[in-house]
């Protein structure tokens, strides 16, 4: 009995491995190992939620839900399988559903992560306040969850309250310099506070990060122009056409600096492609 409770761990094990290299084909191969597990012991309350995660990956929200059920029915103490669960349920559209299940998650084990996850649910609730006292509370369990400071400092951003805003996102860079999304944020904080360099600086680490991002290239040749750098804004505009050649907004940016540097008949021109892409 205790060696087919060990193997049963190592498949789970393996199972995971595959599943954190985040592929399809890591994804295919952990259902496989999670099913195996469970056919030795279907009590496995982690085979269950993890199973219930590999099939989320595929979109098959029904059966992943069943999962997790599965997994809650055999221990009703596993907040993991509440947490997974609360994900699935929002990803089906049972806004109440998550939060409930979140809540219980969270009054199971009160971890910075599942108080960043029930922050996050109570954003998509339009409950601001709820969720900013769950991102400090993450906070306080964890000075170092990136993710409770970035969504912290997005609550700030919406209420206007830049500096504030800025603060979170300068710690949720520290501890993940290399997500996109802070910089990018920031950048924008930092373009309304006028600190023109430095949003030069965020827009420019976004890039690097992720240089198919056309939007960064949008927004950094905005603030080009508004610095009154027509050449690097212009550079900038035709990359992210680049990237996304029917965006008719980009195209208008265009125009408009196309204009401000005096070339006139390359401006009409690009103009005429913004109202085709309107349909005007």
């Not at 990060?209 to 950094?220: F, G, K, Q, S």
């Amino acid at each position: 009995m205790q060696h087919k409770k060990h193997f049963t761990e190592c498949i789970v094990a393996r199972g995971n491995v595959y599943m954190s290299l985040n592929t399809e084909r890591g994804f295919t191969y952990s259902k496989r190992d999670f099913g195996r597990a469970l056919v030795l012991d279907p009590t496995n309350s982690t085979a269950h939620t993890n199973l219930g995660l590999a099939l989320q990956s595929f979109g098959k929200m029904n059966e992943a839900w069943k999962q997790m059920t599965a997994a809650i029915k055999i221990d009703p103490s596993y907040h993991q399988a509440f947490e997974a669960r609360s994900v699935v349920n929002l990803q089906m559209g049972n806004t109440f559903g998550a939060f409930t299940d979140i809540n219980t998650a969270v009054q199971i084990h009160p971890s910075s992560n599942n108080l960043t996850n029930r922050g996050v649910i109570h954003q998509y609730m339009k409950d601001p306040m709820s969720a900013m006292m769950d991102f400090k509370k993450a906070i306080e369990a964890d000075p170092y969850n990136a993710l409770a400071h970035f969504n912290a400092g997005n609550v700030y951003f919406n209420i206007r309250q830049f500096a504030k805003a800025i603060r979170h996102f300068d710690f949720a860079a520290e501890s993940n310099p290399k997500d996109e999304g802070v910089m990018l944020n920031r950048a924008i904080c930092r373009v309304l506070l006028k600190d023109y360099t430095g949003a030069i600086d965020d827009f420019s680490t976004a890039l690097n990060l992720n240089p198919y991002a056309a939007h960064a290239y949008y927004n950094r040749a905005n603030l080009y122009r508004t610095m009154g750098n027509m050449e690097e804004a212009e550079a900038d505009l035709k990359k992210a056409l680049e990237l996304q050649p029917r965006d008719s907004a980009t195209y208008e940016a265009l125009y408009y600096v196309l204009g401000r540097m005096q070339r006139k008949k390359e401006a009409m021109e690009t103009y005429r492609i913004a109202l085709k892409l309107t349909g005007n």
